[in-house]
């Protein structure tokens, strides 16, 4: 494997263009986003959504409803930080939002970061009702990101 | 290979073939002695089970899945290996043993596994190896970072891009669970000791013989993807390849992990999804 690991070293230090270079100090920076122009971190799900576009304001809704789907994102392995949330889709019941907008008629896209998911036990389970506290993605009346998760 | 059979004629001087023990009794037995393992196939209670095409002396299932993240990680490409490495999109291999029965799932397993598998389906008891919560490391030279076997791993269940499924018998299951168990406290390398790695030597743990996946002596998921299409065109039965066509991997990056994460389900389709939609091809 040392050999490996030599030619690797080799090899993206001839790709290199940063600071970032193996065998020095190892800056956990965040990649660059696609065209390689930003260094900026990713926001996590938690906040994704919520600035939305420019002078919008988050729209929190409080509703309940049974979970129809459930999926876990998976952690990025390079970025424990990123990643890790979890998508429900919900058959929403009851609906309020502070807009005082109609509930959306197709079921709830509730996007569930991990830190809120890591507070439920056991984890978002198919079939089961939650109490939601949420905020509505910008632009997207049927998405929304979880603040709180309460099985019923 | 997939599917080994290791039925074997009637062997009435073997333990296994005593009617009057029971089947936990006769794996106790087989797992002191591997001779007689594969002979479990022979008694008479688990006739219905071969007559039925379900091969009664493998009532198991070794399940290796593979998910990626980016088109390609070849260390032939080292920018793009460079830029894939760098944003943690590597993908991810990982296992599940399955008793497609779970009646035959017998008392002795190891209590750590007994609860997954009894739920049952081909992600019944899943792992993975996964580095700790530092994240791994890209630097060639101090790589090795803490790792874990992750029980269940279900991060990128459903959304595997291949897999292969080996028969196995309980001997096996229990070689696969022992290596599991050992790994535990493993160091996570991203270069030399990773989820692929982990998955490669599961497979080698029960005696089968593992597709390549590994380039230039680094295992990783794309190289697995590639060695489990490869074992498909051969003929190997027991395979599920995605054709990729028409995946945007920066879509699918950004729907996991961007700005925008959860928003987009269109840039991360299930297995499922591109199954119906005519993509995925199964032997």
Redesign the interface.
């Known amino acids: 494997?040392r050999?490996?690991?030599?030619?690797?070293?080799c090899?993206?230090s001839?790709?290199?263009t940063g600071s970032?270079a193996?065998?020095?100090t190892?800056a956990?920076s965040?990649?660059?986003?696609?065209g390689g122009s930003s260094s900026t971190p990713?926001?996590?799900?938690a906040t994704?959504?919520e600035a939305g576009e420019p002078g919008s304001e988050p729209v929190g809704v409080h509703c309940t409803g049974s979970v129809l789907t459930a999926?876990?994102?998976?952690?990025?392995?390079?970025?424990?930080d990123?990643?890790?949330?979890w998508?429900l889709e919900v058959q929403v019941e009851e609906w309020d939002a502070a807009d005082e907008s109609a509930a959306p008629s197709t079921p709830l896209?509730l996007?569930v970061p991990r830190e809120v998911v890591e507070s439920l036990v056991p984890r978002p389970v198919e079939g089961e009702r939650y109490d939601v506290v949420a905020k509505l993605?910008a632009g997207?009346p049927d998405?929304a990101?979880a603040d709180a998760l309460t099985r019923l | 290979m997939p599917s080994q059979s290791t039925r074997r004629e009637a062997d009435t001087s073997s333990p296994a073939s005593t009617t009057s023990t029971t089947t936990d009794e006769r794996f106790e037995q087989a797992r002191g002695n591997g001779a007689a393992a594969a002979d479990l196939s022979t008694s008479p209670e688990n006739g219905l089970d071969g007559a039925l095409g379900m091969a009664a002396g493998t009532p198991a299932k070794l399940h290796v899945y593979v998910?990626l993240e980016a088109q390609e990680i070849s260390?032939w490409n080292?920018?793009e290996?460079?830029?894939n490495?760098?944003?943690?999109a590597?993908g991810?291999t990982w296992i599940a043993l399955e008793y497609p029965d779970v009646s035959q799932i017998p008392d002795t397993v190891h209590p750590k596994h007994a609860g997954y598998l009894r739920q049952g389906g081909k992600y019944a008891d899943s792992m993975g190896f996964?580095?700790g919560?530092?994240?791994?490391?890209?630097?060639?030279?101090?790589?090795y970072v803490s790792g874990r076997v992750k029980q269940p791993d279900?991060?990128?269940?459903?959304r595997e891009k291949a897999s292969q499924s080996y028969d196995l018998t309980h001997e096996e299951v229990g070689k696969v669970i022992d290596y599991a168990e050992s790994k535990r406290g493993a160091k996570y390398s991203?270069?030399?000791y990773n989820?692929t790695s982990f998955a490669k030597e599961s497979v080698e743990a029960a005696g089968k013989s593992a597709p390549s996946m590994s380039t230039?002596?680094?295992a990783m998921p794309n190289a697995a993807y590639e060695g489990i299409k490869k074992q498909q065109a051969n003929g190997t039965e027991g395979t599920m390849v995605d054709d990729l066509d028409g995946l945007d991997f920066?879509a699918l990056y950004?729907e996991?992990?961007?700005?925008?994460?959860?928003?987009n389900?269109d840039a991360?389709p299930?297995t499922q999804q591109r199954e119906d939609a005519g993509h995925v091809k199964r032997t």
């Open positions: 494997m050999w490996a690991a030599l030619w690797l070293l090899s993206l001839a790709g290199c970032d193996p065998g020095g190892e956990r965040p990649a660059p986003a696609e990713s926001k996590s799900p994704a959504g999926r876990e994102s998976p952690p990025n392995k390079r970025f424990p990123r990643g890790g949330h998508i896209r996007i993605v997207k998405t990101t | 998910d260390m080292p920018r290996a460079k830029k490495l760098e944003r943690g590597v991810h996964w580095p919560d530092e994240g791994y490391s890209t630097n060639p030279l101090n790589s279900t991060s990128h269940q459903g991203v270069y030399g989820c230039l002596g680094i920066d950004e996991r992990y961007g700005n925008t994460a959860g928003q389900p991360d299930t």
